[in-house]
């Protein structure tokens, strides 16, 4: 069974560009989770997804969005780039809300 | 609000020693669920545990154990007899439902096992 898929692995922007992150969920998955990592705040919660509905949003701004698709691939885009976006976005795929989260390897955003 | 505490930031010990790793949590849920989930130099999280609010059966698999105290608010982790591989983050975390169902992270230990 195929694991939890991002992509890209690494990008670099430059302040007030935008980004689009994708991820592709383990099949029959239909719960997806996005997290920020970063050294200084740890492992931050972004937005949760289920059957292409938004269920809950962590304490970030605007500029962070997402959405899922029917087939639950799911992508979050940030705009308007700050410095302090560098980090590593984790998307992590659930069979049910309250179940183990699988983890993909991550994207690693640079923000010049 | 919920919230995870691992007051332990890092931890070093030599290979063979039994560690504990703390987690303290807190929630207003009556219904919770609580996991810890291993972050190796690679990077990639993996899963290791999930327990829920009402079982308070500790668990053992091979060498790692856990202990669920709802009294204390506290999900400790031990790792018996360390092994060089076992030199990785670990998270606890915790799932509830306030204001939706999200699984919130503790910030993390970091433990190295010397040889």
């Known amino acids: 069974k195929a694991g939890v898929t991002q992509t890209p692995r690494y990008l670099i922007k430059t302040r007030g560009q935008q980004v689009t992150l994708s991820c592709s969920p383990i099949s029959g998955h239909r719960s997806v989770s996005w997290y920020q990592q970063t050294p200084g705040q740890g492992l931050q919660f972004l937005f949760e997804?289920?059957?292409?509905?938004?269920?809950n949003k962590g304490n970030f701004p605007g500029r962070f969005s997402g959405r899922q698709f029917s087939n639950s691939r799911s992508e979050m885009n940030v705009s308007t780039l700050e410095l302090g976006d560098s980090a590593l976005y984790l998307c992590?795929?659930?069979?049910?809300?309250?179940?183990?989260?699988?983890f993909g390897e991550g994207s690693r955003l640079t923000v010049l | 609000a919920q919230k995870v505490t691992q007051a332990q930031t890092e931890i070093s010990v030599v290979e063979k020693e039994d560690v504990t790793l703390d987690c303290v949590y807190e929630?207003?849920?009556?219904?919770?669920?609580l996991f810890w989930y291993k972050q190796p130099p690679s990077g990639e999280l993996v899963f290791l545990i999930r327990r829920n609010s009402f079982d308070e059966q500790n668990e053992i698999s091979g060498r790692y154990s856990w202990n669920f105290q709802k009294s204390t608010s506290s999900f400790n982790f031990t790792i018996t007899a360390s092994q060089v591989v076992d030199s990785a983050v670990y998270f606890c975390?915790?799932?509830?439902?306030?204001?939706?169902?999200?699984?919130?992270f503790g910030a993390g230990t970091r433990l190295f096992v010397k040889a």
């Open positions: 929630t207003r849920d009556t219904t919770y669920y």
């Open positions: 997804y289920f059957s292409e509905t938004q269920r």
């Open positions: 992590a795929s659930s069979a049910e809300s309250t179940g183990e989260l699988f």
């Open positions: 975390a915790l799932g509830g439902h306030t204001g939706g169902f999200k699984t919130i």
